[in-house]
């Protein structure tokens, strides 16, 4: 089942194209049942008015098959539209209280930490805003560097932040027009990457 992917937005995406299919469907049968259903016959003999008839026979049981098809098909697109409905709610009340968990389960975590040092255990740096602000660090022990900002005209980006023992630097910003130089990257931990100067 790991290769099972269901989102909202593509139930939604097919059930639309089933429902756009339908109705071309749909369309196809009506604009054919006029001209198959009432076929006249070639000549006034017996065998062509046989034909004829054998001919409207079939044409007749192939709509009321294309009837049930397409009575089966509507309610599989609106089932289809419904489980998507029905997926979203789920999957909406689902990660509401996984992030309440997760943020407060931080919070007891990184607390302690940014008491004493100012800096968390766990989590990436903020990107810098300000132009030519610096990068926040990265957790301690897991989190990557923010990215520095780039410079206003004429001064320097922004240095990117420090990772943590496992993360990336952040990478420093460009320097602004007219001559400033770029932020350098924010060093790595023991496992990670330094940033890329800006």
């Known amino acids: 089942m790991s290769f099972v ?5 593509l139930l939604t995406s097919a059930a639309a194209s089933l429902n ?5 469907l749909s369309t196809a ?6 001209v198959t259903t009432s076929i006249v016959a070639a000549a006034q003999d017996e065998v062509s008015v046989a034909i004829a008839t054998l001919l409207g026979q079939h044409a007749k049981a192939y709509q009321a098959a294309a ?3 397409a009575l089966i098909h509507d309610a599989f697109a609106r089932r289809l539209s419904a489980a998507s409905g029905a997926y979203a709610a789920a999957e909406a009340a689902n990660v509401s209280p996984l992030q309440a968990f997760e943020q407060s389960a931080l919070a007891a975590i990184n607390g302690p930490a940014e008491a004493m040092v100012g800096r968390p255990l766990i989590g990436d740096g903020a990107n810098a805003t300000t132009p ?11 989190g990557n560097g923010g990215n520095g900002a780039a410079g206003a005209p004429g001064m320097p980006g922004g240095d990117g932040g420090p990772a943590g023992l496992f993360g990336n630097g952040g990478a420093g910003g460009a320097g ?6 770029g932020g350098n990257g924010g060093p790595a931990g023991w496992f990670g990457n330094g940033g890329a100067g800006g």
């Open 67 to 69: 009837t049930q098809a």
């Open 176 to 181: 602004g027009a007219g001559g400033g130089r």
């Open 29 to 34: 049968h009506t604009a054919a049942a006029s």
């Open 5 to 9: 992917i269901a989102t909202p937005e």
């Open 20 to 24: 756009s299919l339908g109705s071309s």
């Open 132 to 142: 030519g602000g610096n990068g926040g660090a990265g957790g301690l022990l897991i």
